[in-house]
Structures are given as structure tokens and as C-alpha cells.
């Protein structure tokens, strides 16, 4: 296999990165159909800017006038190869613990630091100037090659729902939004909430993101000083003031819940005792401290994505109102159809009531497929590397279309920084990416 990457290329290749990276695209406002900007300016900018570049590349773009989503085409043929990238980022976090600024790019020891380096305006960028090295070779098309490039991946997928309702699906293709060597399975995602009555005699507010295993949870009633005699004796860590009590778990993503430790969990699982209201009875005797769903559903897992993760990731109570937040990954072989109605049963239970916030579909291509064998060969003559696909609990835009999978751009057993601050990618491993990109798609398009 050749290597198409030329110092040119990795050259050109930084400026670009440094022209996305310096755009601070993540959620300002809330989704409006009373024009502006959907997502917010700083994303329309580096969604305009993306199109721009794949201009200067050679591609012919299209801006969605909503701006939603945009894409870069290259080619002609009776197949079109898709290569889903997305644009928007998280906000930049603890501005105190950034040793370089989150939106300006910059280059030390070997690593380009700011925010998006890894998730996923670097690996977008791999994959532009892995197309571009190919056109400078002098590589001919077979089939049409169109980049398409979300802009709220990180939130509720609205820009790539707006594309499949207008736009072509391609036929084929991978996300540069995961991990090597290749994600063939996709656990399907489901966020709910469970609401119910409120509570004169119980206050708690208890706020996180649903794919976030919760690392705290704060209580300010009267039984503090009892529910730290029995956190004492269960061992569970905790800090006790005059105001409040809190209790430490550990926090991970939600896509590998059992790895965490669930704070919210733990300080229900103690405080029925004290407060039986409804929610709370709810966690503690249907949930618990399981992170799989097993009082609720028994056990759900298969031998292809492994088994159900079950995630409480907010608990509100005020005098009105109750709401939980609940994150869910499901099996590849499982429909959540089935789910729901045992879940809404048990739940009805306890006079809490189902709302579903989000739903995505799992993703799955067979092993055996061509797409797969293609991309793992690469990868391997690469690399070296004989490490077999995997699966994830975690959710790409390949789950979006059909015969899609999650390619790279991160290397096994390299930092993964997406996500936190000094996010980083290290230049010897987007120069690798690019290599192994360029690869891909003269296999997919050229030959």
C-alpha cells in the first residue's frame, strides 16, 4: 500500500486545523425556526469556513440555508461513499486547568492542543487532506465521495435528521469519530424521563448531563447527620457541612456505567429510609446500585455488544414536581419497544410517569462484511496493529445511516482527551490517521 501523505500535505494540513479549532462552535442558543442561526453563530461560522476549505480542496459544497448541515462532493459514479464528520464541540470547561487557550490552536511538543483537536474537527481534517492528498497523486474517482459535516452531534442530532430528510444517503462509508482499528456495533441509546408528584417535606436538586455517570450528589434536609451515619457504615465517601451533605461516587460515560460509581444511586439507596417519596423509593428499590437495568428488565445482553447499561444521571424534587433523568444503551439484539413497556409498568408503580428524550438506533454491520474487511486490512497493513473490531456502548454518526461504521482517528492506547480540558492530538498520530484515510478511500472510490 502507498503512502500519499507529503510533507506538503501535513503542512497544509495544520494550517486547517488551526483555521477550524480557532472557531469556538458549541451550543449557544436553543434551536429556532425564526431564522438566524440554529445552533448558534460560533457553529455557522465553522460550518461555513469547512466549506469553504473543501472549496480551496476542489469539491463542489452545498450550505443548507437553514444551517443545519452542510457537504462536500468529489467525483461521479453510480455509488456514492459517505464520510460523516461533525463540527460542533463542547464548551471549553475549567478555563483554569487549560495550560495553552481552549480556541486558539496551538502547536507544543509534537501536539496540537485546543478544543475539537480530537472530537472531531482533527480527525475531519485527517480525512479532508487524505481526500486531497489522493487528488494530488493524480487518482481518479469511480465513485462520487461526499463529506457530510453535522453540527450538533455533541447534542440531538438535528442537523443530520434535517440532512436524511432532504438529502441523498450514500451507499457505504465510516465516521472518523471513534477509535481504531474499527467499530463494527453500536449499543441503540435511549434517554428518558420518569416524572412525577412533588414534595413539601423533600427538596433535592441534583443536575447532570444524561451520558454522564454522576461523581456527586448534594442533600440539604434535616437527616444529614443520619444519612452520614449510614454512609460511615456502608463505606461510601461523603462530606458533611452545616449546610449540606454530599456524597462521592465516580464519574464515567454512561456507555460503561458498571465501571462508575453513581451518586445519585447511592444517596436515594439511603435516603428511602428517611424520605419514601415516590422517586426516590423508585431508585432505591428498583435500581439501586445496578448500573445494568436487572430489577427492571432481568437480564438483557447479547454475545455481539455485551450487556444493557442503566444510567440515573439527574434527580430533581421541588414541591411541584419530580423528574429523573435515565440514560439507557441497549443491545444490538434488543428492540426497545419491549423495554419501554416493562419500564412504563414499573414505573407506573411507584406513580412515576415515562417521557422519552432522546432515541437513537444501534448500529450494526456483520463483521464478515466487505466494508468492514476493506477498512480492517488497511488498518492492519498500516499498522501492524491485529487487533479485531469492536463494540461500543458509545454513539457515532454511523449509526445514522445504514453500512456505516466508526473508523479511527484515535489510536489504541494513546491519550483520549475529547471531551476535557487540554484536549490534544498528537501530530505523529493525525499524520498516521491521514495515512491510513487516504488508504480507505483510494480503496473505496478509486479503484
Not at 486547568?97 to 481534517?125: C, N
Not at 444501534?362 to 499498522?383: E, F, R
Request: aromatic share 10%; proline share 5%; glycine share 8%.
Amino acid at each position: 500500500m502507498k503512502n500519499y501523505i507529503t510533507q506538503v500535505i501535513k503542512e497544509q494540513s495544520l494550517s486547517s486545523l488551526e483555521r477550524l479549532v480557532n472557531i469556538p462552535s458549541y451550543i449557544t442558543q436553543a434551536e429556532s425556526e425564526e431564522g438566524g442561526f440554529p445552533f448558534g453563530e460560533g457553529i455557522d461560522r465553522v460550518l461555513k469556513e469547512t466549506l469553504q476549505l473543501c472549496k480551496e480542496l476542489g469539491m463542489d459544497t452545498y450550505y443548507d440555508p437553514k444551517g443545519y448541515y452542510g457537504y462536500a462532493d468529489y467525483g461521479e459514479g453510480k455509488e456514492t461513499v459517505g464520510i460523516l464528520c461533525h463540527l460542533d464541540v463542547v464548551p471549553e470547561g475549567d478555563t483554569a486547568k487549560w495550560h495553552t487557550s481552549p480556541f486558539v490552536a496551538t502547536e507544543l511538543d509534537g501536539v496540537m492542543y485546543g478544543r475539537g483537536t480530537q472530537d472531531d474537527k482533527g480527525p475531519t481534517i485527517a480525512v479532508l487532506y487524505a481526500f486531497k492528498a489522493l487528488v494530488d497523486a493524480g487518482e481518479t474517482f469511480n465513485r462520487k465521495l461526499r463529506f457530510v459535516f453535522g453540527t450538533d452531534e455533541e447534542s440531538l442530532w438535528r442537523g443530520m435528521d434535517r440532512y436524511k430528510q432532504y438529502e441523498e444517503i450514500p451507499d457505504m462509508g465510516f465516521v472518523p469519530d471513534g477509535a481504531f482499528p474499527l467499530t463494527y456495533a453500536e449499543k441503540g441509546l435511549l434517554q428518558f424521563k420518569l416524572t412525577g408528584p412533588g414534595s413539601d417535606k423533600v427538596k433535592l436538586n441534583c443536575p447532570g448531563a444524561p451520558n454522564v455517570v454522576p461523581a456527586a450528589a448534594d442533600y440539604q434536609g434535616v437527616e444529614k447527620k443520619s444519612l452520614a451515619e449510614a454512609f460511615s457504615q456502608k463505606g461510601i465517601q461523603y462530606k458533611l457541612t452545616d449546610e449540606q451533605i454530599t456524597v462521592y461516587g465516580k464519574s464515567v460515560h454512561a456507555s460503561t456505567a458498571f465501571e462508575g460509581v453513581n451518586a445519585i444511586n447511592l444517596l436515594a439507596t439511603q435516603l428511602a429510609v428517611f424520605q419514601p417519596h415516590p422517586a426516590i423509593s423508585f431508585l432505591a428499590e428498583k435500581v439501586g446500585e445496578e448500573a445494568n437495568g436487572f430489577s427492571i428488565f432481568g437480564k438483557i445482553s447479547d454475545e455481539i455488544s455485551g450487556q444493557l447499561t442503566f444510567n440515573v444521571a439527574s434527580l430533581r424534587i421541588d414541591e411541584n414536581h419530580a423528574e429523573i433523568m435515565i440514560d439507557m444503551r441497549i443491545p444490538v439484539s434488543f428492540s426497545s419497544t419491549e423495554l419501554v413497556k416493562q419500564l412504563k409498568e414499573v414505573a407506573a408503580d411507584y406513580g412515576l410517569e415515562y417521557q422519552k428524550y432522546d432515541e437513537l438506533p444501534s448500529l450494526y454491520v456483520p463483521k464478515d462484511s466487505l466494508l468492514v474487511k476493506t477498512l480492517m486490512d488497511i488498518y492492519k497493513d498500516k499498522t501492524g496493529d491485529l487487533k479485531e473490531p469492536m463494540t461500543s456502548g458509545g454513539a457515532t454518526y454511523a449509526r445514522s445511516m445504514p453500512n456505516m461504521v466508526a473508523f479511527g482517528a484515535h489510536f489504541p492506547g494513546s491519550p483520549s482527551l475529547a471531551h476535557q480540558e487540554n484536549e490534544g492530538i498528537i501530530l505523529e498520530e493525525l499524520n498516521k490517521a491521514m495515512d491510513i484515510y487516504a488508504e480507505a478511500i483510494y480503496q473505496l472510490c478509486c479503484k
